[in-house]
């Protein structure tokens, strides 16, 4: 299977180097001249447009900032759907809106391609080592033909229905990582002012009720000072956003999702769009007056689960 990458950013760069280092044949596609000689120097081809990258390859996986970005690459006079044809198959592998992702799944379609939606979970760091988790939405057949290149990418692989479903699925689970990261600025704040040990703190949380992936990923660079997650405020915008806008189209009374995006908004004012996202508890230090700093934590997340083949669930 000959596979084509669009996006080589902070988390496409480390699925295209999955590939890569997997034996695929991959050729990419990316503005930043930078990253695609990173990806030529180790053996990868690179497209000279993206409509030429959909002609020479079976598989075509964008992974790219935003919707509109998506949409600027997909639908350009030289973008990707022009050199789509029969079998070929696109995977959305960028988090993006249900709407759009079946908007432009159907001019997919008229070109009698396949497409796909393939969001990732799990941070950065775990899809660097190929550890991290791929939903897709979208024909089953198409999902089995391509699933020996997700089982590199990722470890753990979920079909989790028609086109559409894994994008929501994703911004759910996004939307749950955000409030959680808000909630984590709250309660380092009581620990803290009750002048608990930081680190005895941070255990007792993760073995106990009220532990999360969030809190085992990102109170480790909090309390680091880094907040490096290698994931911006822009980004969780973005990803807040489509959940809103997902629970206003269903007319669907929510709570906490609106005050999530305040919260956010007045982080990324404070902070800065490229701010890390972790960024967003130092809100509860500058109230507060005080900081989360404890010894002994990394200032970058690292995996340091052994790179397995992943698997269906």
């Known amino acids: 299977m000959k596979i084509g990458f669009v996006g080589l950013g902070n988390v496409g760069g480390k699925l295209a180097g999955s590939l890569l280092r997997n034996n695929f044949d991959l050729t990419v596609r990316d503005l930043d001249k930078n990253l695609t000689k990173i990806f030529t120097d180790s053996g990868a081809k690179i497209a000279s447009s993206a409509k030429k990258l959909a002609e020479e390859v079976d598989l075509i996986i964008t992974c790219l900032p935003s919707p509109q970005i998506c949409a600027e690459v997909m639908e350009g006079a030289d973008g990707i759907i022009e050199g789509l044809s029969q079998n070929k198959i696109w995977l959305e592998m960028s988090t993006t809106d249900e709407a759009e992702v079946k908007r432009l799944g159907k001019k997919v379609e008229d070109k009698k391609a396949t497409p796909l939606d393939g969001p990732v979970s799990g941070g950065c760091h775990r899809a660097e080592?190929?550890?991290?988790?791929?939903?897709?939405?979208?024909?089953?057949?198409?999902?089995?033909?391509?699933?020996?290149?997700?089982?590199?990418?990722?470890?753990?692989?979920?079909?989790?229905?028609?086109?559409?479903?894994?994008?929501?699925?994703?911004?759910?689970?996004?939307?749950?990582?955000?409030?959680?990261?808000?909630?984590?600025?709250?309660?380092?704040?009581?620990?803290?002012?009750?002048?608990?040990?930081?680190?005895?703190?941070?255990?007792?949380?993760?073995?106990?009720?009220?532990?999360?992936?969030?809190?085992?990923?990102?109170?480790?660079?909090?309390?680091?000072?880094?907040?490096?997650?290698?994931?911006?405020?822009?980004?969780?915008?973005?990803?807040?956003?489509?959940?809103?806008?997902?629970?206003?189209?269903?007319?669907?009374?929510?709570?906490?999702?609106?005050?999530?995006?305040?919260?956010?908004?007045?982080?990324?004012?404070?902070?800065?769009?490229?701010?890390?996202?972790?960024?967003?508890?130092?809100?509860?230090?500058?109230?507060?007056?005080?900081?989360?700093?404890?010894?002994?934590?990394?200032?970058?997340?690292?995996?340091?689960?052994?790179?397995?083949?992943?698997?269906?669930?």
């Open 129 to 313: 080592t190929g550890n991290i988790a791929i939903f897709v939405g979208g024909e089953r057949k198409a999902f089995d033909k391509i699933l020996p290149a997700l089982t590199v990418m990722g470890r753990k692989v979920l079909h989790t229905g028609e086109l559409g479903s894994a994008s929501i699925l994703k911004v759910i689970t996004n939307y749950l990582a955000s409030v959680h990261l808000v909630a984590l600025g709250e309660a380092w704040t009581v620990a803290k002012k009750s002048n608990l040990d930081l680190t005895k703190a941070f255990k007792g949380i993760a073995v106990s009720s009220g532990n999360s992936f969030v809190h085992e990923t990102e109170s480790q660079v909090i309390l680091n000072g880094s907040y490096n997650i290698n994931f911006t405020m822009d980004l969780v915008l973005k990803d807040t956003g489509l959940f809103d806008d997902l629970a206003k189209k269903l007319n669907a009374s929510l709570e906490i999702s609106p005050k999530i995006v305040e919260i956010f908004k007045d982080g990324q004012k404070r902070y800065g769009s490229r701010a890390w996202s972790s960024m967003i508890v130092k809100r509860m230090e500058d109230l507060n007056k005080i900081d989360f700093r404890a010894d002994g934590f990394p200032e970058e997340l690292v995996d340091n689960e052994l790179e397995e083949k992943g698997y269906e669930i």
